[in-house]
């Protein structure tokens, strides 16, 4: 009897019928396929994983980033849902930011001619080595407070804090006594009157709450206090909002930030909005989404919150005092009773949908998606993360660290508390604390013209590149004055999520929302895929956010984890071999990932929160357990014959590698075959046949048209590679 041989082709085929797909693979999971000198990509198990870590981190993984600190300590820095840590050897060290909010009306005091400013808060205890920032901005003493500024001294309820400037008035914004206290061109709230009107202001000189901007010294007695904060006023059928805030330094066109939510006549007013006059170094005006149904004002102006100060502290953990405890030291010294730098409020750590990483140099750089940005240093005195300072960026959709000058880049970053989703900015080079473009830094930013938003940001060789949600920009380094240049390379190639990028050999690989794309620098190309069903048709859509790519250089794939249509969750993956330019797919949950790096083989976090180093052993893992991997492909028909007679097939002889070069070839490989005369037909099965080293061949009695294969593994602790299986075969009969 004659024999013939089945060489399979490499990758497998879902967008074809089965019959089409003759002698290549129809559905995979957990294997990979390797090169070979021949041009056939040999199909083999996919590598184990092991546990990286002993116990899970407690939430959804979303970032990883391994780097090693000047004394070559090798560290994981791992952003997640509850949690931002760093896990060095087996210590894991919780580093997340915290914050603490009070929403108060503190005391604001200055003095002509000094930048430093004293504030008293009766609900935070301050500390040295917090930051605070005002979200509802102040002014006093013809100054604006407004961004992250760091507590210089604290001392009990009262901090101080260094302006940008010196201020032009000794003032507070707590009850002055009328009769000299006035500052011209202030905005003041009558508090009380006495028995004589404040003649400078008007008829309703004697009403308590009227809001009036001081012209001269004023008479009378009674008191007024500062106003500190932005008063609005409206008129009934108008869109026009006219805003008291003194000093305020805007010009027409300014973006304007609500941040605390106020009604003023009926407008709900919130967000970002643009200065449309200026009417005095006092106030100005700007239009609201819709009409007033009420007058309010002017001297009867709405106080943003209230009049309170919504203050955000970022809260940083000092050093852990010595030891003293019981018995050390006098009584009543040390140990329990020691006082705290941290606030009589307690900090509350930061929760993140997601971050973004990155090392600079030794430190950490973090970002929650919308947050801040913040660093920790390993050889630092801090034990959580931190806020960069100066004058960085409070919200930002995400951040890299660029070459070649080392600078911090934001995206979807803002100049105020409303995220601005086009936006670029980037620090001064070396230094992550600058970021407003003076004529002696490298400071600057940028507004991305086409899409909605920024998705995604990555250095990548030689440049840095954007995507939006069409498009993928590139910014070049050009140095001084403009520091980068700005091209759009791609249109209508926007990325799917912050995490969907990967860099391999030169090369940027990314997915989109119906197709994968790769640049070489020639510009995007969209890269063919024979499994676009199994993904696009099958991908829940209301979790895009959460795909996230993994590149394995040591195999040449760039895999893509993504949430199934039945999940929330990532659940599923496709991998592409760039070697081969093939594709295959199966279940296993990742959601975030790191190449090989200075900790070793590629580590993913597990849709468990636990973290697991890849290739290693032959194994999958479910937390600390060694379990098996289900190993399986399914190939498309093959025809037995192409005339009218039908095949018997009596042997099958299995050619496979049993094992790794130095280890037992103690695998066991099911294989069942499924054989049918019509495509349409519901194929008969012939197995499952067990297989082995010893297995010489198979007796099967097979009488059919079309033939197709599975192949399957379930043992723990083995390795297998499929070569070319080969079958006895006759003709028998017409069909």
Known sequence: MPHNTIKLKPGVETNTTPALNEAAYSSSSFIRFLPERNGYGLAQKLGGWVAYYASSIGSKIRALKGWADLNATNHLGIGAESSLSVLTGNNLVDITPQTSVTNTAPVFATTSGSNVVTVTDSNITASVLDYVTYVTPVTVGGLVLNGPYKIQSAAGTQYSIYASSNATATANTSTNTVGGSFVVGNTYEIVSVGSTSFTSIGAAANTVGVIFTSTGVGSGSGTARLVAEYAFATTSGSSIVTTYFDNHGFNVGDSFYVGVSTTVGGIPLFGLYTVQSVLTTSSFTFAAANSATSTVGPTTATVINSGLVQSTFYVAIGPQPLGTGFGVGGFGVGGFGVGTTQPTVPGTAITATDWTIDNFGQDLIACPAGGAIYYWDPSGQLQNAQIVGGNGPLVNSGIFVAMPERQVIAYGSSFTLSPDPMLVRWSDIEDFTQ?????????????????????????????????????????????????????????????????????????????????????????????????????????????????????????????????????????????????????????????????????????????????????????????????????????????????????????????????????????????????????????????????????????????????????????????????????????????
């Open 435 to 735: 970021w407003v473009a003076t004529p002696t830094n490298q400071a600057g930013s940028y507004r991305i013209p086409t899409g909605s938003k920024i998705v995604a940001g990555i250095q990548g060789p030689q440049q840095g590149l954007l995507w939006t949600d069409l498009d993928l920009w590139a910014m070049q380094y050009i140095g001084p004055p403009f520091v980068y240049g700005f091209n759009k390379i791609g249109s209508n190639c926007g990325a799917i999520s912050r995490h969907c990028t990967g860099q391999l050999n030169g090369a940027i690989y990314w997915m989109s929302q119906k197709q994968f794309f790769m640049s070489m620098g020639s510009g995007p190309q969209s890269i063919p895929c024979p499994v676009w069903d199994v993904i696009f048709q099958n991908i829940n859509t209301s979790y895009l956010y959460k795909v996230a790519c993994g590149v394995n250089s040591q195999f040449n794939e760039i895999t893509w984890y993504y949430p199934s249509a039945s999940s929330t969750e990532n659940d599923s993956y496709v991998k592409y071999n760039t070697v081969l330019q093939q594709w295959d797919y199966g279940s296993l949950g990742r959601t975030a990932w790191i190449d090989q790096s200075v900790l070793g083989s590629p580590i993913g976090a597990g849709s468990d929160n636990y973290l697991y180093q890849h290739e290693v052993g032959n194994d999958a893992a479910n937390g600390t357990q060694t379990t098996a991997m289900l190993s399986s492909f399914q190939t498309g028909y093959f025809q037995l014959n192409e005339a009218d007679n039908l095949i018997f097939i009596d042997q099958i002889w299995p050619d496979m590698k049993w094992g790794t070069y130095s280890g037992n070839p103690n695998a066991t490989v099911k294989i069942t075959f499924y054989v049918t005369n019509y495509p349409g037909d519901t194929p008969v099965a012939y197995g499952p046949y067990t297989m082995t080293q010893a297995t010489e061949y198979i007796s099967v009695r097979i009488r059919a048209r079309l033939m197709a294969f599975n192949i399957s593994s379930s043992d723990v602790g083995t390795f297998w590679r499929l070569g070319a299986i080969r079958y006895r075969y006759q003709i028998d009969g017409r069909f």
